[in-house]
């Protein structure tokens, strides 16, 4: 239980958003920012420097054994992947509804994503389906926490049990999220975070973190993100070979393939300064959350319809999202965007497009030609040759009616600006 964000979601959000600091930067970010200009960027071959304290601070937060930096949300996941031991011939199965990252690394480790549907309450990949999906090729299982609410991990983890697979958490969206009194984060072999600019907390822009309690599992996740490096380790701040070791003529440096996926130093330091007032950054989202379903209630709009939080869960909203009942509410999704606009709503985002249905998928336009896929390599023997509409009905009905409010505001003035612009585009579409 996360007792620290509880403690901050009791407060009123004009004390949380005091915690807030303008633009996103506030001074802890620019202390250590200032400590890695100091230092010259020397501090990076430091073990107590700023990857070690960013890496070591990390992991505590989340109550697990290691965290490794990475430089995006989309790397860590491919160093999972490799680092399970995933490769051409495999399947890794992944949810239709999600940013298109969590798929394109399955194809860039060599192996064939297997897209299991949803569930129409929660939003988030169906157990029942994956279970389906689960052939002699399934090598692992990368669920979504999407929008910030996590999946039914039960079921998920009770089928990795049984079948041996790798559960890779893809917690991009879901920052202090909880699942029956478990962080999330904590319930897969492995998670991953991104720190990209939208996201509950950033490190300028880019830049992902991987945690996990398994040390050797750890380790090699750092070599997969580091050129393969065969002296690294699992411990915090291992993100350099010893000068004396790498100058040495005998020095075999590289004993696996790696990718260079390294965080910078600067980005290290402003990651810290963020993760120290996660708790804050997350409650008020929350508390965002909270302000758009009072006007639901208040409004009595039932065509608004948010995803069903289950008992013992607490979603961390990325975003605030709804599905949009058409027919209820006599408007199409496009109507009610120009409403909402008309009516001072910055935008209204619409829900990716199922994945499978992208023109990189549905054309396998992976490499040159399609018969370069993954999918035709002659070490894969399973039937996914193709993804085609039809293959994740309850997403592909689904997505076009979802609309996502904006929950990253930094102030009360704006928060209450988007609230009351969907307080009278819902008035304007009762009364018509």
Known sequence: MNDALHSMLVKSPKEVFAQLPTGR????????????????????????????????????????????????????MQSCLLAAGVGPGDEVIV????????????????AVPVFADIDPDTFNIDPADVARKITSYTKAIIPVSLYGLAPDYDGLMALAAEHDLTVIEDNAECFLGEYKGRMVGAIGHAASFSFQASKHMTSAGDGGVVITDDAEYAKN???????????????????????????????????????NFRMSAAQAALALGQLERLDALVAARIHIARMYQQVLDEEQCDWLIPPVVPDGCLHTYWTWVCKLDEERAGVDWRTFRKAFIANGGDGLYSAWRPVHLEPVFRNLAFYARPEQAPNHDPRYGGSVKSYEPG?????????????????SMQSLDAVESQVNALRATIREINRS
């Open 95 to 110: 949810p239709p509804l999600t940013a298109v990252a969590t798929a394109v690394v399955v194809v860039q480790c060599g």
């Open 221 to 259: 996740i750092r070599k997969r993100a580091t050129l393969g490096y065969a002296t690294l380790g699992a411990k915090p701040g291992d993100v350099f070979v010893p000068r004396d070791v790498r100058q040495d003529i005998d020095f075999e440096r590289h004993d696996v393939m790696g990718y």
């Open 25 to 76: 930067v506030g001074e802890a970010d620019r202390n250590y920012i200032n400590e890695v200009l100091d230092a010259g960027f020397r501090n990076t071959t430091d073990p107590a420097g700023i990857f070690g304290r960013m890496e070591t601070a990390f992991a505590e937060r989340f109550g697990v054994g290691f965290a490794v930096l990475h430089n995006s949300g989309t790397g860590t």
């Open 391 to 407: 293959d994740c009905p309850t997403c592909e009905a689904l997505q076009p009616r979802l609309c996502q409010f904006k929950t």
